[in-house]
Antibody, heavy 126, light 110 residues
Framework: QVQLQESGPGLVKPSETLSLTCAVSGFSISSGYYWGWIRQPPGKGLEWIGS???????YYNPSLRSRVTISLDTSKNQFSLKLSSVTAADTAVYYC???????????????????WGQGTLVSVSS | QSVLTQPPSMSAAPGQKVTISCSGS????????VSWYQQLPGTAPKLLIY???KRPSGIPDRFSGSKSGSSATLGITGLQTGDEADYYC???????????FGGGTKLTVL
């Protein structure tokens, strides 16, 4: 059974960098799939942040691309999210997930998340 | 403002059937596959339907999905109080080059 678990600071100061890690068990991230992040502001809907594969392919939400970095550490079977220059608008529950997708030249006609972490709340406040 | 439009809330009685709509455009639902997620209170989203109408292992056949043109529908039959949750549709938007979700529908079973 594939399991994902997020970890990282629950409080980040404005203008600083949010850093989260997602530990994966039950599946080797180097075996395939893309690995991604989704967030949910309190009381609001889901927002896709981005996804990355072990081969280096990546997709990012255009609205966040300039501030987001996703990286994979296959030796530890985990992947990470860094979001720079955060503001209060970045306060959210952050989920990591395994992405299933079929894409051609950057266009994905299949794109969904089959396994999710439990989520971690990150608040941005001084 | 979400790219995909869902009704904010719906309600139905136990045992009844409900259909939740998800409306998009040719750049997303019209040309790409749709997925649906169930988010029970205080928990992470869970995949209910993928590739328009397929159910992952363990999802009961009370849940069904369909797509027509640029709209998709999630159907739930034999409603149970345990189905009270937020439901989200999702897909890829080819114009935005981004994954997108609907705004979510809060289902109340009363």
């Amino acid at each position: 059974q594939v399991q994902l678990q997020e970890s990282g600071p629950g409080l980040v100061k404005p203008s600083e960098t949010l850093s989260l890690t997602c530990a994966v068990s039950g599946f080797s991230i180097s075996s395939g799939y893309y690995w991604g992040w989704i967030r949910q502001p309190p009381g609001k809907g889901l927002e896709w942040i981005g996804s990355m594969s072990h081969s280096g392919g990546s997709y990012y939400n255009p609205s966040l691309r300039s501030r987001v970095t996703i990286s994979l550490d296959t030796s530890k079977n985990q992947f990470s999210l860094k979001l720079s220059s955060v503001t209060a608008a970045d306060t959210a529950v952050y989920y990591c997930a395994r992405r299933v997708g079929y894409c051609n030249a950057g266009d994905c006609y299949v794109h969904y998340f089959d396994y999710w972490g439990q989520g971690t709340l990150v608040s941005v406040s001084s | 403002q979400s790219v995909l439009t869902q009704p904010p809330s719906m309600s139905a009685a136990p045992g009844q059937k409900v259909t939740i709509s998800c409306s998009g455009s040719s750049s997303n639902i019209g040309n790409n596959y749709v997925s649906w997620y169930q988010q029970l209170p205080g928990t992470a989203p869970k995949l209910l339907i993928y590739e328009n109408d397929k159910r992952p292992s363990g999802i009961p056949d009370r849940f069904s999905g369909s797509k027509s043109g640029s709209s998709a529908t999630l159907g739930i039959t034999g409603l149970q109080t345990g189905d009270e949750a937020d439901y989200y549709c999702g897909t890829w938007d080819s114009s935005l080059s981004a994954g997108v979700f609907g705004g979510g529908t809060k289902l109340t079973v009363l």
